[in-house]
């Protein structure tokens, strides 16, 4: 992609009530627009990044044996009901409309702008679950929540709109599905290693449920986080504020002085739910011994964008953002200065073996920026490595290669260049 021809530009100008540290970059290098507290906008770097994000996901879901699908935002009022999380005393997030009726646009029946997805896809299992034979099913969505957040000052870590990554697990028996539930914890650390956040993301005993005493949350440290953790750094383990009691710490085996108090950012979550859903809604199945079961779930989420927003927080330094090679947008901002035909030409030709090799490229081949617009723009991008061609690079037939996240620059021929990026 050529600079020249991206029509998001980096900017000086930041919502004056944006106060987090990475919706302001994000917005100030153009990966993001926001529309109003707690609801951005992708723009193309932004969702590539995203994007990135998502298919490592994916491909760890998938791993597992996930089923992709997507449910709709739109939500009946009744299926709320019968697992009682219509109730606004209850669930005090959710946006509610009504359906068009004779009468007027919002004069039929209630609706809900789906917050979660319990309800929808267990309800739609009786569909698909029947005999023991069409367990387990692991289904899974990239898809967009509602929540009427009380605060949104977090920039993309809370959002009022935002994609969540929601698997849902089906298991014939609880044996069943704590074995699924530990592959999933498994497939979480990997996630969160790929991204980039594997060294700060501790997995975290947190409050369970009816059906079991502990869900874990994946809480990655920063000073930005809402949540307050007590981490064990030998056992690469954490506990929430909210559990933090003498008698879960002598269940864990830890003791009060080998936990450091730290403020966290909840990334992901896993939760079993047991038959919380399925016996409200009915989803029962048959097993080899002709026997009626009700069956065993589990929901596990991530937040994709806050996942984003996190690794911003974590990794940007005074100059801007710095992604992870595994998820920036682009592995090199190609650095053209000077506009002679053989500074043209030596661009150009790179830009075209970089790309023939594999390696993504963002082109800066504007002429009318300075050296130094180029080089800050690079920098507020965060895109990993930095090359640049100019008169002075010819001389040599090299080129000057920086890492983002490092001062030296190297001198370095066109195949040092490819192999290194590539
Ligand atoms: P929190 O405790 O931060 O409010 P939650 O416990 O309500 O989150 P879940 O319902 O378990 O979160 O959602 C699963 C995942 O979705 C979270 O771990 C987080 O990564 C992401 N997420 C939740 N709420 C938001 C939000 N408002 N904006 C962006 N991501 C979110
Ligand atoms: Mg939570």
């Known amino acids: ?36 507290a707690g609801v951005y906008d992708y723009l193309p770097l932004g969702l590539t990044v995203l ?9 760890e879901m998938n791993a597992i044996g996930g089923q992709e699908l997507s449910l709709s935002s739109l939500q009946p009022k009744d299926l709320w009901e019968k697992t009682g999380r219509w109730d606004d005393e209850l669930v005090d997030i959710w946006f509610k409309t009504r359906m068009h009726s004779g009468e007027g ?15 929808a896809l267990t309800a739609l299992m009786r569909n698909h679950i029947r005999s023991y034979k069409d367990l387990p ?22 959002c009022r709109e ?124 048959t097993d080899a011994d002709g026997t009626e079961k009700t069956v065993i779930m589990g929901c596990y989420g991530i937040g994709p964008g806050r996942v984003m927003g996190t690794i911003v927080e974590h990794f940007a330094d005074d100059k801007g953002i710095v992604w992870p090679e595994n998820i920036a947008p682009y592995k090199v901002y190609l650095v053209r200065l000077g506009e002679s035909e ?26 009318d920026a300075r050296a130094g617009e180029k080089f800050a723009d690079a920098d507020l991008l965060g895109i990993p ?6 008169e002075k690079t010819l001389v040599n037939k090299q080129f000057e290669v920086k890492k983002r996240t490092e001062q030296e620059v190297h001198m370095c021929d066109r195949d040092a260049v490819i192999k290194m990026v590539v």
């Open 1 to 36: 992609m050529k600079v020249s021809q991206l029509f998001t530009k980096t900017t000086k100008n930041v919502p004056a009530d944006e106060v987090s540290k990475n919706a302001r970059l994000l917005i100030q290098a153009g990966y993001i627009h926001k529309e109003m």
């Open 51 to 59: 994007n990135n994000i998502i298919q490592v996901i994916r491909e």
């Open 105 to 119: 646009a919002h004069q039929g029946p209630e609706l809900g702008l789906a917050w979660s997805h319990e309800e």
């Open 137 to 158: 099913v692991y289904a899974y969505q990239f898809q967009t929540k509602f929540r009427n957040e009380l605060r949104s000052k977090s920039g993309i870590m809370r």
């Open 162 to 285: 935002f994609i969540m990554k929601d698997m849902y697990s089906f298991s014939r028996s609880q044996e069943d599905h704590d074995v699924f539930y530990e592959q999933a914890k498994q497939a979480y650390i990997k996630i969160f290693e790929r991204v980039g956040l594997g060294d700060i993301t501790y997995v975290t005993f947190a409050s369970g449920g009816l059906f079991s005493k502990f869900s874990h949350e994946f809480q990655t440290i920063t000073d930005v986080g809402e949540d307050t953790v007590y981490v064990h750094e030998g056992k690469k383990i954490a506990i929430n504020k909210e559990v933090y009691t003498d008698e879960v710490l002598a269940d864990l085996g830890v003791t009060k002085d080998e936990l450091v108090e730290k403020r966290a950012v909840e990334v992901g979550n896993i939760f079993s739910l047991g038959s919380r859903f399925s016996d409200s809604l009915d989803l029962k199945f």
């Open 342 to 367: 053989a500074v043209l030409a030596e661009a150009d030709g790179l830009y075209e073996d970089l790309t023939k090799a594999g390696a993504l490229v963002l082109y800066d081949d504007r002429s």
């Open 385 to 390: 490595y930095r090359v640049v061609v100019s």
